[in-house]
């Protein structure tokens, strides 16, 4: 991100960010076998300055779980923490990805927690004005409520948040 606008906790490098966790492994039952049972693979990683945790126990592996569980505890900062924002225009992040008025990227790519908290904070800085916020971020309306669309839970919220204000939900 450029200067003029402050890093997100879900933009943070993964060095940083690990800085700010703490990471506990765990057993979980289910599918498996007794690999499964037998081994700490669950990965619990807390946020500790704002006590967000996510966790991954899917796989068998430690790692890949410590990999997923850090993607999860991204995603939550971005739906769940907001930064201010530095006047209008977009970070060189999301300049990278928008081209046209249209914004390309995928809801599983390592790139989309620190997008979608930046869409969320010019969202909620915008009042929750879907037109603005878009045109500030130099994509189409549609565009960017697609964006947002990749993530049900911050869908909800903006929904939410939009219904708080007395705006009409969007569909």
């Avoid at 039952?29 to 499964?36: A, D, E, L, T, V």
């Avoid at 890949?64 to 991204?74: D, H, V």
């Avoid at 993530?151 to 009409?168: F, G, I, M, T, Y």
């Amino acid at each position: 991100m450029n200067g003029t606008f402050p890093v997100h906790p879900a933009a943070l490098t993964e060095d940083q960010l690990l800085n700010q966790c703490s990471f506990q492994t765990t057993r979980r039952s289910g599918p498996g076998g007794q690999h499964r049972n037998k081994v700490e693979t669950a990965v619990v990683v807390t946020h500790q300055p704002t006590g967000l945790r996510a966790e991954a126990s899917e796989r068998r592996s430690q790692a890949q779980n410590r990999t997923m569980a850090i993607f999860r505890l991204r995603l939550e900062l971005a739906i769940h923490v907001r930064s201010a924002l530095a006047g209008e225009g977009s970070s060189e992040l999301w300049q990278s990805r928008t081209g046209n008025r249209k914004l390309s990227v995928s809801a599983e790519h390592d790139d989309f927690p620190a997008l979608l908290a930046e869409a969320l904070d010019r969202v909620a800085a915008l009042e929750f004005d879907l037109s603005t916020s878009a045109e500030q971020l130099n994509v189409s309306t549609t565009q960017l409520a697609r964006f947002l669309q990749q993530s049900p839970e911050a869908w909800k919220r903006v929904n939410d948040e939009r219904r708080a204000r007395n705006l009409r939900p969007l569909r």
